[in-house]
């Protein structure tokens, strides 16, 4: 196992990555609970959405574990069930069979993209200054998510984000358990936040944020998966077009980020900056996402929380293959999982918003073509609470400053091209709801 993971070379332990598996499992487990309830409104069975969910999040965890030997968890991607539901089946009344072919279809494009390293040269394309920054916009990005998910952030404060007061008991819980999670921390406790969830899981009982339902039982036997649910018919209509090129976009570019930001955070990229082994974790999304289509979810995607797993101390696929494990025995025990309540993991999201932003140090701010694209990219990921449009307002915004300043040199012809998708996309996604 030592050699399978090179833990020695990564200069880690088989403790210490069973805890940061744990930790990053914890950390993103609410998308048992939150995709089937989504995905349930289209009129898809949720205890057949709850095992799509389980078996395709551990199928693509493992890949990566197995090709790529990194530290990163998938699962179906937040905001691309929104679309897939919100968008694809309300707003475009469409049927969940229809988005599910546009899903499957996604994935096998993503396969053959990967498996020719199409996708790894747009990943080596992105500047140096951009990586960094897309790190650090990530961090920001997922304390956002914690400080939201723990109810500590509202727009019904009078402003358009604000603090709530501490009579909220979710907020008042997730505060105690930021402050648990900082000490043990400091004190260098190892597992210090996954020890902190746990603690704020019990913390949250007499505050009536944590709590076990009458009668409760740990163990449940899974439903079963909607297998191969597809609908071939409206393959060729422009709908399907655009549904299609929406999905590929955000993930292509979601993953991209999220991959970027996590190995950056845990020093596994190599001198020039590149993520080892990319070709397999491009494979383990592309997979992941085929499988969740056959078995009846939307799109799958690396997690931005596989980052509090990293701060917890995983640097290999071991970290991977433990989150994988505990998926599958989610399966039997979804009730178990399911008294953590966000409000405890909302402090482990929003301390590694702190760990993730020691890139911004290596960021030249004093060159205004460097600086300016480094702050549009950190701006944009949690402000418009997308990793992708971070990405995309970077690039563009990078080849923008270079242009004018006469260092047009200094851009690739990938990154070029880059920017002009982009761009691209951004005018189709205007006329499309200018059309609409």
Do not use: H
Not at 141 to 147: E, H, Q, S, T, V
Not at 155 to 169: A, K
Not at 290 to 309: D, K
């Amino acid at each position: 196992m030592k050699d399978m993971f090179k833990l020695k070379e990564n200069n880690t332990t088989v403790g210490k990555e069973i805890v940061g598996g744990i930790t990053t499992f914890l950390a993103m487990a609410y998308i048992l609970a939150v995709n089937p309830g989504m995905l349930s409104e289209t009129g898809m069975p949720f205890g057949g959405v709850f095992t799509a969910t389980a078996i395709a999040s551990a199928i693509a965890t493992l890949v990566m574990a197995f090709l790529a030997n990194l530290p990163v968890a998938l699962a179906p991607g937040m905001g691309l069930n929104a679309f897939f539901t919100y968008t694809v089946c309300f707003g475009m009344g469409c049927s969940w069979q229809f988005a599910l072919t546009a899903v499957l279809l996604e994935g096998v494009l993503f396969i053959l993209l990967s498996v020719f390293g199409i996708r790894e040269a747009i990943i080596n394309s992105i500047p140096a200054t951009l990586r960094k920054a897309v790190a650090v916009g990530i961090g920001l990005f997922i304390c956002l998510i914690g400080l939201s998910n723990a109810g500590i952030t509202s727009s019904d404060t009078g402003t358009i984000i604000g603090f709530v007061n501490l009579n909220v008991p979710s907020a008042l819980v997730a505060i105690i358990g930021l402050v648990i999670t900082i000490v043990l921390y400091i004190l260098k406790v190892p597992g210090s936040i996954l020890i902190g969830i746990a603690l704020t899981t019990i913390v949250g009982i007499p505050f009536g944020v944590t709590t076990i339902p009458e009668g409760w039982k740990p163990f449940s036997l899974p439903e079963a998966p909607l297998l191969f649910k597809f609908e071939w018919a409206s393959v060729l209509t422009g709908k399907f077009f655009i549904v299609f090129f929406t999905f590929l976009f955000t993930d292509l570019f979601d993953t991209i980020g999220t991959l970027m930001g996590v190995t950056e955070q845990a020093k596994l990229v190599d001198e020039k900056g590149n993520i080892p082994n990319a070709k397999g974790a491009l494979l383990a999304d592309a997979i992941g996402t085929v499988a969740g289509a056959c078995l009846g979810t939307s799109t799958v995607t690396s997690y931005v929380e596989s980052s509090a797993g990293v701060a917890a101390g995983a640097r290999t696929g071991l970290a991977s293959v433990v989150t994988a494990i505990l998926f599958i025995v989610a399966l039997f025990f979804t009730d178990l999982f399911a008294v953590i309540p966000s409000a405890a993991t909302a402090p482990a999201l929003i301390f590694v918003g702190y760990l993730m932003m020691k890139p911004v140090m290596k960021i030249d701010f004093e060159d205004p073509t460097e600086g300016i694209p480094a702050f549009i990219t950190i701006m944009v990921m949690p402000f418009s609470y997308s990793i992708s449009k971070g990405i995309a307002f970077g690039v563009i915004s990078f080849v923008f400053c270079k242009l004018f300043s006469k260092k047009a040199k200094d851009v690739s012809i990938i990154t070029w091209i880059l920017a002009v998708v982009f761009v691209a996309y951004f005018v189709f996604e205007a006329v499309k709801l200018f059309l609409t």
